[in-house]
């Protein structure tokens, strides 16, 4: 199960690392989730999978479920989808001043 | 006693949520924040005296037991940097009141600039990897809503890449962590320094390392990764640039310095090799830019990149002079780098331009101006009596004994370029004769000399007082070489 995971995680790097080097703006942050998304997988897989379990240890319980890569993947989960949903009004205003969503053309010069 | 240690982060965090409410009344705000900033630098002073004294504060959150709950590390590192990161903001706060016009100032600044403030002293304080990266996100969310603050043209092109950058380190970040988890099966600093030392490093860990360098460099403008930084620090007004150029890539070297002086330390032919080489890189290509560009202020936001070259150099030779030097130096250029961008904003805001072919005679209307600037400059490329000399003359002190010879020659080089990259805006833009083509736009200056000016203070206090900071500075390294003092400090019951 770990493996199938590991390969899913890396399948959404793969995708998403591809993502953010588009040249559109609304790419970039499709490719950011993604990424993130593969970021939360592997947190999840390196607590090591064990299905129908709880994450308690008290006595006598001796199967449980490694409880600290839930807490840390909610962090993680809450902070990127504040910073998608941040980079998304973001994109959508440089899109409106700069006239364009093209990373190409979003390359300027000196500001003077 | 123990709760001494999260005020530092809840003061500013508190301040801000409170702004966020008043914000409609602006005087009302501006007053609060000048109120907040200096009750906050005499409360991490206070607790800087205490820890300094009395030994490492450690906060167990909820009165867990170190490896399991949240911890905070009040260790004389960790304070020293933290006291000097609220003098930048005390500096900022009323340079703020000068500078910036009052549409950004009323659409959130203040708020936005306690919450970086409480970012960075999190990041300084924390004692488990993974709250480091909940600090790291804080004061980046923070930062990326400072950068596109007024919302010019070049704000948004700009910050689109620098909030894109961090957010694939940040995602590296958290991924390099659950890889370190699932190898040692901890995330608290002092029980991975332990744990690590128990396996003896082996190839796995090494590579996570590396790993973690990559997240680091990003965040602290490392060769090759600091392409994003010298234009994305320009764009935004000159107390935003001062923030992020005095801050936040000084808590990348914080964290390098912390992770390659406690946890990575059995491996040094290979992580502290590589920190060495990238060190010399980051030197020269730095202060290359530095001298490729006649726009006064990117010439300030380059000469960022080789002063963490030398902060690197120092973690990378890793002997007790050396790391003493590097903790000097951070020290030193958090002050010296706003101080910095204050002058050369207060330049660029009398001459109306911020291309020095067109600026000249600056000094005859403004003395005061010129004379701050020629000590800064000099301060900046580690001339004796300044600040930057001590922290220099350590750090290249422990590389020529440790034989980096080529380093500790790249080193000096640097330096001079350095001076030459500075001494330029000074030659051409202060000196001279005005040039009759380009007329000054004369805006006031007076209320921005004076927190350069009372930064510079302590850029000659740490220069002349040395004797004062510099055997604490000395313990602390001492300390660092050797992770047990500082897994022993926090494991103690």
């Not at chain 1, 588009?22 to 970039?28: H, S, T, Y």
């Not at chain 1, 199967?63 to 839930?70: K, R």
């Not at chain 2, 860990?205 to 994305?232: C, E, H, M």
């Not at chain 2, 007082?465 to 313990?475: D, R």
Request: hydrophobic letters at 55%.
């Amino acid at each position: 199960m770990e493996i199938i995971m590991s390969v899913l995680a890396g399948m959404l790097f793969t995708a998403g690392v591809y993502m953010i080097l588009q040249k559109q703006i609304l790419k970039i942050i499709i490719g950011t989730a993604l990424l993130s998304h593969g970021a939360h997988l592997f947190i999840i897989t390196m607590g090591k999978l064990n299905r129908g379990k709880p994450p308690i240890l008290s006595e006598g319980v001796t199967s449980y479920v490694d409880p600290l890569p839930q807490a840390l993947i909610l962090t993680s989960i809450v902070i990127s989808f504040g910073v998608t949903s941040f980079l998304l009004v973001l994109a959508y205003r440089t899109y409106q001043t700069n006239g364009t969503d093209n990373m190409e053309k979003l390359r300027g010069n000196d500001n003077e | 006693m123990s709760n001494l240690a999260i005020l530092p982060i809840l003061l500013p965090l508190l301040t801000g949520i409170i702004l966020v409410f008043l914000n409609k009344r602006l005087p009302l705000v501006r007053l609060i924040t000048r109120i907040m900033v200096l009750v906050n630098l005499a409360v991490v002073s206070i607790i800087a005296f205490n820890v300094i004294q009395n030994g490492t504060i450690v906060l167990k959150a909820g009165d867990w037991t170190v490896p399991y709950g949240i911890v905070l590390v009040a260790d004389p590192l960790a304070m020293l940097l933290v006291v000097t990161a609220n003098i930048i903001s005390v500096a900022c706060a009323f340079y703020a009141f000068k500078s910036l016009d009052e549409q950004r100032e009323r659409y959130y600044f203040y708020p936005l600039f306690q919450l970086l403030i409480a970012g960075v002293s999190g990041a300084f304080l924390t004692g488990d990897l993974f709250n480091l990266f909940v600090f790291f996100e804080v004061l980046l969310i923070a930062s990326y809503g400072l950068i596109v603050l007024g919302g010019t043209k070049e704000q948004f092109r700009e910050s689109f890449k620098y909030i894109i950058i961090n957010l694939f380190s940040s995602m590296l970040f958290v991924t390099t962590v659950s890889f370190l988890y699932a190898v040692v099966g901890t995330v608290n600093m002092a029980q991975l320094a332990e744990r690590v030392g128990e396996v003896q490093q082996d190839g796995v860990l090494t590579t996570i390392a590396i790993l973690l360098l990559i997240v680091f460099a990003t965040k602290g403008a490392l060769f090759p990764l600091y392409f994003w930084l010298p234009k994305s620090y320009t764009v935004p007004p000159t107390v935003i640039s001062a923030l992020f150029g005095a801050l936040l890539t000084k808590v990348g070297v914080y964290s390098i310095l912390r992770v390659f002086s406690l946890i990575f330390v059995y491996n040094l032919s290979v992580t502290h090799q590589i920190l060495l080489i990238l060190a010399g890189f980051t030197l020269v290509f730095g202060v290359i830019g530095a001298l490729s560009t006649n726009n006064v202020q990117l010439i300030i936001a380059y000469n960022i990149i080789p002063a963490v070259g030398y902060m690197i150099l120092g973690i990378g030779v890793f002997s007790a002079t050396a790391l003493a030097g590097t903790v000097y130096y951070l020290l030193h250029d958090m002050i010296i780098k706003a101080a910095l961008f204050f002058l050369v904003g207060a330049m660029v805001a009398y001459a109306g331009t911020s291309d020095l072919r067109k600026m000249g005679g600056i000094i005859k209307n403004q003395p005061l101006l010129g004379w701050l600037f020629f000590i800064a400059a000099l301060a900046l490329a580690g001339l004796p009596p300044f600040s930057g000399f001590i922290g220099k003359l350590l750090i290249l002190r422990g590389a020529f004994e440790e034989g980096h010879y080529v380093l500790g020659i790249i080193g000096l080089m640097t330096s001079l370029l350095i001076l030459l990259s500075v001494i330029r805006i000074f030659i051409n833009g202060f000196w001279g004769e005005p040039k009759s083509e380009y007329v000054p736009s004369g805006n006031p200056i007076k209320g921005k000399i004076l927190p350069a000016a009372f930064l510079l203070v302590f850029t000659v206090f740490l220069g002349l007082g040395a004797e004062f900071v510099y055997p604490t500075v000395q313990t602390i390294a001492d300390q660092m070489v050797d992770p047990i003092n500082y897994i022993d400090s926090v494991m103690k019951e």
